[in-house]
Nanobody
């Protein structure tokens, strides 16, 4: 059974950092692309970053460029999202998802985790 479990969400002050984790089970990370998405109250879910299955190449949306870093540990079957210089507008529930290819479209991803809450506030 394919499963994704996020963790690492927390309350952080503006300018702070957090590292989110996404542990995959039921498949190997070199079989599926993994994307990070986020959804704030009253807003649509939006893409943040993705990592390719074959070679681990990263992709960042404008949300993440220059501030976030996506990586993976194949041995732990885990994908990470290091988030730096966090802003209040980064507050959201962050989800990881598994799909066929790198995309910022939620419809390209078939399997989703339950999400982890990130709050950015002083």
């Amino acid at each position: 059974q394919l499963r994704l479990v996020e963790s690492g969400g927390d309350l952080v002050q503006p300018g702070g950092s957090l590292k989110l984790s996404c542990v995959a089970s039921g498949f190997n990370l070199d079989e599926k692309a993994i994307g990070w998405f986020r959804q704030a109250p009253g807003k649509e879910r939006e893409g943040v970053s993705c990592i390719a299955s074959a070679d681990g190449s990263p992709y960042y949306t404008n949300i993440a460029k220059g501030r976030f870093d996506i990586s993976r540990d194949l041995g732990k079957n885990t994908v990470y999202l290091q988030m730096n210089s966090l802003k209040p507008e980064d507050a959201a529930i962050y989800y990881c998802a598994a799909g066929r290819e790198i995309s910022t479209n939620t419809h390209a991803f078939d399997y989703w985790g339950q999400g982890t809450q990130v709050t950015v506030s002083s």
